[in-house]
């Protein structure tokens, strides 16, 4: 895998929205940021793990992709941030946010194996999972401080390569602003899976039950790929 510096983009991704960076909503964003960072502010994730999805996930590799919103504007107790660049995740160690207990409730019950209390999800990325927030940077302790900003835009961009130029992806949209963002995905060419969030607010309204996971994987097998090791 060729390796690049910390932040940077992955070649691969480059090679097909590279050209997002040089837009003029991309250059708007970028000051926002520095402006930000220069008046104190705290951002999450660190900034060599913006692009984590990316980078763990090259675009040649990508099966799935799980959409989610905005990284987690957290710290555990230990003043570690939650977020690391991979929507739904959290570094080793830091506690299971309530969503990701409840996905791992669901990969338990759907596919009868334990899950252990690690929230890393670095594995998923490694093997094709695309784990792409739609606003890949936030304020800490300010929920949805970086939308509209330009990410948006951005991440709109990559998931509309991958519909385009990839066939046979999983898209996984867990509520309504998810499944607004991928509306576009051709279904002719994908697998388009929807529920409600895995929120405590809704997961029992869908979620638990939906058997998204097995799913993903009855769908990869059939198309003659290896499917996901979903355990952690």
Do not use: C
């Not at 936030?138 to 130029?165: C, M, P, R, S, Y």
């Not at 990869?220 to 996901?228: A, S, Y």
């Amino acid at each position: 895998m060729i390796q690049q510096k910390p932040g940077q983009l992955h070649p691969s991704w480059l090679a097909v929205i590279g050209d997002e960076l040089e837009k003029p909503y991309m250059q708007v964003l970028r000051h926002f940021l520095k402006e930000e960072k220069a008046a104190g502010k705290v951002i999450f994730p660190p900034s060599p793990l913006i692009f984590n999805a990316f980078n763990h996930t090259p675009f040649e590799q990508v099966r799935v992709v799980i959409i989610g919103q905005d990284p987690y504007h957290g710290q555990d107790n230990n003043g570690q941030p939650q977020a690391h660049g991979l929507s739904f995740s959290v570094p080793n160690g830091v506690a299971l946010p309530p969503s990701l207990m409840n996905i791992f409730k669901e990969i338990s019950t759907d596919l009868n194996i334990k899950m252990s209390r690690n929230g890393d999800l670095t594995a998923w990325a490694e093997q094709g999972v695309l784990l792409l927030n739609a606003t890949l940077t936030v304020e800490q302790a300010k929920a949805g401080a970086h939308q509209g900003k330009g990410w948006e835009t951005f991440t709109d961009a990559a998931i509309a390569a991958l519909n385009a130029h990839r066939e046979g992806l999983v898209f996984v949209l867990w509520g309504s602003y998810a499944q607004k963002k991928g509306a576009f995905i051709d279904e002719s060419k994908h697998l388009v899976l929807k529920s409600v969030h895995p929120s405590p607010l809704s997961a029992h309204r869908g979620f638990f039950g939906n058997h998204q996971f097995s799913t993903i994987n009855k769908y990869l097998t059939q198309r003659g790929q290896i499917p996901i090791n979903w355990q952690l």
